[in-house]
């Protein structure tokens, strides 16, 4: 079972895309519900508020205790920002891959666009949304970076966590959370 945290963003698309490959699903808004899982997915939104709203429901601790027991992590955007080990200039949250984001890095300019990205493992490239995306800075240990644009890592995994810097689930394309699935060892 993967759940998908369903605090803020695009809960539904995620949902929608996992369905879409077979796996079985749910939306997660409590400690209880997170359980078990074998993968979470932390949406984008705005990783001000999603902190804010994990703390709230006492989820932080919980999704610490669940990965220490193995459950897979995939944060996407603002989600991903949550799950840095160093968020530059804010102090960390949930520290589960070692990297470092940093928030809004697009200027104005590119605030919200669309690229194709070539994505290590996939044949195709992929069409990536990105909506006041943080960076990541280059990583400077064990940490596989899947993606880049502009030389800038936009994809990184480390064991069985994978973070992005755009929204795969508003693309019509599966194959990222196909990758996640993997990683989580349910697919
Ligand atoms: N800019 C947001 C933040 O810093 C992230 C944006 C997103 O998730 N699309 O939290």
């Known amino acids: 079972m ?15 895309a996992l369905k879409k490959l077979g796996v079985e699903a ?10 078990g899982l074998k993968g979470l997915i932390i949406p984008g939104g705005e990783s001000t508020t999603l902190r804010k709203l994990i703390g709230r429901f006492g989820l932080r601790e919980k999704i610490i205790a669940e990965h220490k027991q193995g459950m897979a992590l995939f944060g996407t955007c603002a989600g991903a920002i949550v799950l840095s080990k160093k968020i530059d200039g804010e102090k960390e949250f949930i520290p589960a891959l070692e990297i470092t984001a940093k928030r809004n890095s697009y200027g104005a300019q590119l605030d919200s666009f669309e690229a194709m990205l070539k994505i290590k493992g996939l044949e195709k490239e992929f069409p990536a949304v990105f909506i006041r995306a943080p960076e990541f800075l280059p990583p400077t240990n064990g940490v596989e970076v899947l993606a880049e644009f502009n030389k800038k890592p936009v994809l990184v995994k480390d064991g069985n966590v994978m973070l992005c810097s755009f929204h795969p689930e508003l693309s019509q394309d599966l194959r990222i959370h196909e990758l996640f699935l993997k990683i989580a060892k349910v697919y």
Request: aromatic share 0%; no cysteine; glycine share 12%.
């Open 2 to 16: 993967i759940g998908v945290l369903a605090l803020q963003g695009g809960v539904e698309e995620h949902m929608s």
């Open 26 to 35: 749910k939306e997660v808004r409590t400690p209880e519900q997170l359980d």
